[in-house]
T-cell receptor, first 112, second 116 residues
């Protein structure tokens, strides 16, 4: 079955530094991969989508890479701010009707 | 636009009771999904729908039923609640016509359910 893993421990970084979150997966070849942000008590909110034929995607301070050989995606937040503190979820397309499989998420805490 | 609206926000049930969670979307999306989220686990798909009048099982469908009588609404039912169904439930919609957003899922704020 498909398996998707994210850093299980919280990531603590200093304001202004770059946060790097990892998403690894096995047993599947997704057409695309997505990253969502989730704040406590709220639903996930879409951030970025990267397709299998794309190596890198950027949006403002966010950057995502997708290595289909390593079966890994890296999610970077540059010049991090305390407002970036949240849980970040990785999600894989599992084929048909936009169905996704989600990782458990990585909690990011950015300290002033 | 309200986006995706879930009701209720919180609910406490006793074992064996039944209830229905309502999800409504105003984005004219074809696809709708119900997930549960438990601590330390990713969102798990319960059931989904690819259009009005259709439903399909997801990863963890047992103990739940769904209906999509109208395109904008997707109902999740628990016929006989069990403590194992204590969770946070999220509804999402997607499959819009715009190429830039057709693969994105839009989530509601969630329903926190406790079964005692």
């Amino acid at each position: 079955s498909q398996k998707i893993e994210q850093n299980s421990e919280a990531l603590n970084i200093q304001e202004g530094k770059t946060a790097t979150l990892t998403c690894n997966y096995t047993n599947y070849s997704p057409a695309y991969l997505q990253w969502y942000r989730q704040d406590p008590g709220r639903g996930p909110v879409f951030l970025l989508l990267i397709r299998e034929n794309e190596k890198e995607k950027r949006k403002e301070r966010l950057k995502v890479t997708f290595d289909t050989t390593l079966k890994q995606s890296l999610f970077h937040i540059t010049a991090s701010q305390p407002a970036d503190s949240a849980t970040y979820l990785c999600a894989l397309d599992i084929g048909g009707y936009n169905k996704l499989i989600f990782g458990a998420g990585t909690r990011l805490a950015v300290h002033p | 636009n309200a986006g995706v609206t879930q009701t209720p926000k919180f609910r406490v049930l006793k074992t064996g009771q039944s209830m229905t969670l309502l999800c409504a979307q105003d984005m004219n999306h074809e696809y709708m999904y119900w997930y549960r989220q438990d601590p330390g686990m990713g969102l798990r798909l319960i059931h989904y729908s690819v259009g009005e009048g259709t439903t399909a099982k997801g990863e963890v469908p047992d103990g739940y039923n769904v209906s999509r009588l109208k395109k904008q609404n997707f109902l999740l039912g628990l016929e006989s609640a069990a403590p194992s169904q204590t969770s946070v439930y999220f509804c999402a919609s997607g499959g819009g016509v715009r190429l830039a957003t057709k693969n994105i899922q839009y989530f509601g704020a969630g329903t926190r359910l406790s079964v005692l």
